[in-house]
């Protein structure tokens, strides 16, 4: 029998459709509440997103080939 793994938004309860997938992540000052990441659908948080910031890309830049 073959199992099928259904994500559900932490934030609305409905369905994420495959590819709609994304995970925001809070992280509080005080180490006591830890860190929270909901589940949610990239459709849900666009507007929250765009208000955010993106952090720096992480790891070495690629090497020139100009030698």
Known sequence: MAKQTVLVSDLTGAQITPGDEAQVTINYPDAR???ITLDVAASEVAEMAAKGRTGPKRGRKPASNGA
Request: hydrophobic fraction near 0%; glycine fraction near 34%; proline fraction near 0%.
């Open 33 to 35: 509440k830890g860190r």
